[in-house]
């Protein structure tokens, strides 16, 4: 049995709007697509074996490319498919660049980040980095002795 507050933490958690719920959403996407890649790079070696009609390649990199990358290598090498296709292999191992560099140009276009407000930010940044620090104020009074310590020096001198 779940005591009261465990399970009001969890409602909590996974109410829908919150972090969690979207972190729980996209795990099991995640878990979709690579079960469903997973299981089309089966099918294909089991049509492969037995001489029937073939998953596309573009299919099986769609899937891939889609969420199921971990999915397809792993049936990939666990399969010993499409192994030693070398244009599909370089491919599939570019696919799981793709849907993160989708991600990262809607976040993009969405926000209000425009190339001039990067590049002022750019600008801004490079200059302070180069900057040269203003001159020191001419003052008539001597600069400061470092004190001395040990035998013979003065400990109340300044």
Same mark, same amino acid.
């Given at each position: 049995?779940?005591?009261?507050?465990?399970?009001?933490? *969890?409602?909590?958690?996974?109410?829908?709007?919150?972090?969690?719920?979207?972190?729980? %959403?996209?795990?099991?996407?995640?878990?979709?697509?690579?079960?469903?890649?997973?299981?089309? #790079?089966?099918?294909?070696?089991?049509?492969? *074996?037995? %001489?029937?009609?073939?998953?596309?390649?573009?299919?099986?990199?769609?899937?891939?490319?889609?969420?199921?990358?971990?999915?397809?290598?792993?049936?990939? =090498?666990?399969?010993? =498919?499409?192994?030693?296709?070398?244009?599909?292999? *370089?491919?599939?191992?570019?696919?799981?660049?793709?849907?993160?560099?989708? #991600?990262?140009?809607?976040?993009?276009?969405?926000?209000?980040?425009?190339?001039?407000?990067?590049?002022?930010?750019?600008?801004?940044?490079?200059?302070?980095?180069?900057?040269?620090?203003?001159?020191?104020?001419?003052?008539?009074?001597?600069?400061?002795?470092?004190?001395?310590?040990?035998?013979?020096?003065?400990?109340?001198?300044?």
């Amino acid at each position: 049995m779940i005591p009261a507050y465990t399970a009001r933490m *969890i409602t909590e958690l996974i109410t829908p709007g919150t972090t969690g719920f979207l972190a729980l %959403c996209l795990a099991g996407y995640f878990l979709l697509a690579n079960a469903l890649a997973y299981t089309a #790079f089966a099918i294909d070696k089991s049509r492969a *074996i037995h %001489c029937q009609s073939r998953i596309p390649e573009r299919s099986l990199l769609i899937l891939a490319t889609l969420g199921g990358w971990l999915g397809a290598k792993v049936a990939q =090498h666990r399969l010993r =498919h499409k192994t030693r296709k070398q244009p599909f292999g *370089i491919f599939l191992n570019l696919s799981v660049l793709l849907l993160p560099g989708l #991600f990262a140009t809607a976040l993009i276009l969405q926000s209000d980040l425009t190339w001039d407000k990067v590049s002022s930010q750019l600008t801004t940044q490079t200059q302070d980095l180069f900057a040269t620090s203003a001159p020191a104020e001419a003052t008539t009074e001597a600069p400061a002795l470092p004190r001395r310590f040990g035998p013979g020096s003065d400990a109340t001198a300044p």
